[in-house]
């Protein structure tokens, strides 16, 4: 069971490893770290089919306020950060080229922990996040598990992402919003999250 961030691919390679020396992996396959550890990537692959914010890469010319500035291959909340406007999105400074920008998504923010043995996904529980308020969208604390209203639609956006991402396995986490009953994808983690405890 690989342990690890998406950060500088560390997860895929760590993943990759072990599937080159043969070892059985109780988590996803490469091909499917690779996808979700890829922000814009996995953005390209399932937008038309599941809801997700639309994702490019960072320019300052963006024209959608508030926005969302983050790391492509991003985890834990680190380097996140809210845009209010055109003026506040000018005078960003980013370091890299390896930042994606996307709308900015009001409402309840929840983390879906799920597990797959192959045979199909089985949602574990959903928790709520909640996020310092100001630049950084740091994640304060989760809070769940929780009982989730639209617990219906939620796994059935699993499913769906499950038949579009085939080698999602064991353990994995998926980020969403809840904007009054409809969910949209901010990201999927292929490994444990921050609603595994």
């Known amino acids: 069971w690989i342990v690890a961030p998406e950060c500088g691919g560390a997860l895929y390679r760590l993943t990759d490893m072990a599937e080159r020396l043969g070892k059985t992996i109780a988590g996803s396959t490469t091909d499917a770290v690779k996808l979700c550890g890829d922000k814009l990537s996995l953005y390209r692959h399932l937008n038309g089919n599941v809801p997700m914010p639309e994702s490019e890469p960072f320019t300052d010319d963006f024209s959608d306020f508030p926005c969302v500035v983050k790391p492509v291959d991003g985890a834990g909340g680190e380097d996140v950060y809210f845009i209010a406007d055109a003026k506040t999105l000018r005078q960003f400074k980013v370091g890299g080229d390896n930042y994606l920008i996307e709308p900015y998504v009001e409402g309840e923010k929840l983390s879906a922990g799920i597990v797959n043995d192959g045979s ?10 909640e996020t310092d308020a ?64």
Request: charge should be positive; include cysteine; charged fraction near 25%.
């Open 134 to 197: 100001g630049p950084g969208l740091k994640p304060k604390r989760i809070a769940g598990p929780v009982d989730y209203a639209n617990r219906d639609e939620l796994i059935g956006m699993i499913n769906k992402v499950c038949r579009l991402i085939p080698g999602l396995r064991g353990y994995f986490g998926i980020d969403c919003i809840d904007c009054g009953g409809r969910l949209t994808v901010i990201e999927i983690n292929p490994r444990r999250t921050t609603s595994y405890p």
């Open 120 to 129: 199909g996904p089985l949602l574990l529980g959903v928790c709520r996040q």
